[in-house]
């Protein structure tokens, strides 16, 4: 598949993904606390670099893959994700450089369900949430066990990434590596288009 048809599917999986979480939110009133950064701010997130082909996708069409590798590599040598804003939380502004291309993990930590042994749904959230919105978290766990349909279930979701490209799925590596992989994964066919329109113009 082009790299074009997978940054499309992964977006309609991950427009399916945030319809379930928005129901899901709804219901239960599970949010993040204000201010929070907790789970952008450590150094041992992991993700598939599929998750992160609509973000390659985006940067090269805007012209920014350049500077946001210099971004990048900064963040490797810390270990946080080159998308993390701590300054720009701290102002109340949202912490995600690029919220809207965030990945599957991005959008499933703290509001995601893990199936158990009898295909019960469990939901895994994070100790923030559980302190300050006990009553929110016992209603998102009743409605794993009442009304598991419509859930954001972990494994449906990594079933369809895998299902629109194996090899991009199938590994989790530290967030930095999968965004450079899906950055060089669209390297060639964008620094293509780039000749060819060069070369057109040429003519
Ligand atoms: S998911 Fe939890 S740790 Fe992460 S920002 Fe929300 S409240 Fe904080
Ligand atoms: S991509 Fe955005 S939401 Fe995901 S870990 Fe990085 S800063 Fe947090």
Not at 25 to 38: A, E, V, Y
Not at 137 to 142: D, H, L, S, T
């Amino acid at each position: 598949m082009g790299s074009n048809r997978i940054a499309l599917a992964v977006e309609t999986v991950f427009d399916e993904l945030d319809e379930h979480i928005t129901n899901t939110t709804s219901k239960t009133g599970m949010k993040c606390s204000s201010l929070c950064n907790l789970c952008c701010s450590t150094t041992h997130i992991e993700a598939s670099p599929i998750e992160f082909i609509p973000l390659a996708k985006w940067l090269y069409e805007q012209g920014m893959v350049d500077d946001f590798l210099v971004r990048l590599e900064k963040s490797e040598k810390t270990g946080h994700c080159p998308l993390f804003l701590p300054e720009a939380w701290m102002e109340g502004k949202g912490g995600c450089l690029h919220y809207e291309k965030r990945g599957l993990v991005c959008r499933l930590f703290g509001f995601g369900y893990r199936l158990d042994r009898e295909g019960i749904a469990e939901l895994v959230t994070c100790k923030v949430m559980k302190k300050d919105i006990p009553e929110a978290v016992g209603r998102a766990n009743r409605l794993g066990v009442e009304k598991p349909d419509a859930l954001p279930i972990f494994r449906n979701y990594s079933m369809q990434l895998y299902s629109i490209d194996p090899d991009l799925a199938v590994r989790q590596l530290p967030i930095n590596k999968a965004i450079r992989i899906a950055i060089e994964k669209l390297y060639f066919q964008y620094t293509a288009d780039i000749d060819i329109f060069e070369q057109n113009n040429a003519d």
